[in-house]
């Protein structure tokens, strides 16, 4: 159970800075717990990507990431949906902070839908602070 709350954290990772509210942590724990279950990471995976190290990631990691960010609807079909993220990020972090980091990031295109979402999930991780 411990290990499906830190799991369920991660995903605010991206956003770690961010005031959530109860129900989208709840959310949140509820997706990253259903994603690392379907995909199969381990605990030190998800440690690690919560910490930002992106050393040794291997495909669960990378489809880890596909799913969650598809629950969210960042993503659809491995395209980001810019609209969502803005709708979902903007009013936490500030409409023309989002929209900067979208511009360094939505564009990243990875090798299939895996590798894409990892590439973004990076990616904002990488620029949370400006959000």
Known sequence: MKFLVVLSAILAVSVADLQLSDEQKAAA???GALCAQQ???TKDQALALRAGNFDNVDEKVKCFANCFLE????????????AVVLAKLGPLAGEDNVKAVQAKCDSLKGADKCDTAFQLYQCYYNNRAHI
């Open 39 to 41: 995909e199969g990471i």
């Open 29 to 31: 724990h509820a997706n």
């Open 71 to 82: 629950k969210t609807g960042f993503l659809v079909d491995g395209q980001v949906q810019p």
